[in-house]
């Protein structure tokens, strides 16, 4: 990317990526280019040009773990994350968003990115187990978060035990199966299943982009899969980045002013950047074997 910039082949970047790319990416960029952070994140980020256009911990995981109080009586959590900037920063957000709410944090573990070992998933699911925890606040991403999964619908806990995730998406529901999705809830701005009329014009729209690019299938019917979080929220960087240029390239100038304040509608509903955090309609859903039922908007 260094090469890119210095032979002036890009205006602009954006992209969905683990929060430890990002810090790498902003280092080179910075104050060059203006950057779009597209995905969920744990909050902070202050490089020159930087937009982080995600949720973050207080929208998305504060206010979804009051209403799993109210209306599932959960108020003992546990929190698994993988061991890199994301995790670690959203629980020490989530910690201190949650004082004096009475809904308590017993434990964390941290593991590594892919980590395969079936014993290292065994011995958390038992901290779990004698942490008394009513649920598990899943901060686990790809396929360390659908190994995860099925260890615990092995183990038979998704029983008694129920997890919250803010990074789940109808890929990772699907490819955990439908025996190891019971009583898991997820939090987001978008899902596919949103039913408000600019979500059912950005999934059609994604639809004819996809046979565009990629061929319909089978007796002329469309062969693109739903549009994830993945889809939506990088759609909706691209749109950030257009929206601050106007009709020149975007510059870091235009960065530095959307980076007080700016406002932007996107397929899920209206974002408001300010400071830095971006406010989004937040809503939950819940899995129902291999799909993911919206039934509650959180903020």
Not at 24 to 41: M, N
Not at 57 to 70: E, N
């Amino acid at each position: 990317m260094g090469a890119l910039l210095e032979s002036g082949s890009i205006d602009a970047v954006t992209g969905w990526h683990l929060s430890n790319a990002r810090q790498a990416i902003a280092k080179v960029v910075g104050g060059h280019v203006p950057y779009v952070y597209a995905a969920a994140y744990e909050g902070g980020e202050r490089s020159d040009g930087v937009l982080c256009s995600g949720e973050v911990p207080g929208d998305q995981i504060v206010a979804s773990l009051h209403w799993l109080r109210t209306e599932e009586r959960l108020s003992r959590w546990f929190i698994v994350g993988n061991d890199y900037v994301w995790p670690r920063g959203t629980a020490a957000a989530t910690r201190v968003g949650l004082r004096d709410t009475g809904i308590e944090i017993l434990g964390e573990r941290f593991l590594p990115l892919d980590t395969h070992d079936p014993a290292c998933w065994d011995r958390v699911l038992n901290e779990i187990e004698r942490s008394g925890a009513h649920g598990v606040i899943s901060l686990l991403v790809g396929s360390d978060a659908v190994r995860f999964n099925r260890a615990f619908g092995d183990k038979g806990l998704d029983a008694t035990v129920t997890r919250f995730s803010p990074f789940t998406d109808e890929t990772v529901i699907l490819a955990s199966g439908a025996d190891a999705t019971a009583n898991l809830f997820v939090s987001a701005g978008w899902f596919a299943g949103l039913d408000s009329a600019s979500a059912v014009e950005f999934t059609a729209g994604f639809g004819r982009a996809f046979d565009l690019v990629n061929g319909i299938g089978p007796a002329d019917e469309s062969a693109a899969p739903p549009p994830g979080t993945m889809a939506e929220t990088t759609y909706s960087g691209v749109h950030l980045l257009a929206g601050i240029a106007g009709t020149s390239v975007p510059t870091v100038e235009d960065a530095r002013r959307a980076f007080g304040k700016w406002g932007w509608d996107s397929p899920h509903g209206p974002v408001d950047l300010h400071h830095g955090s971006a406010r989004h309609p937040v809503h939950m859903a819940k899995a129902r074997g291999v799909e993911l039922d919206v039934i509650a908007r959180v903020r």
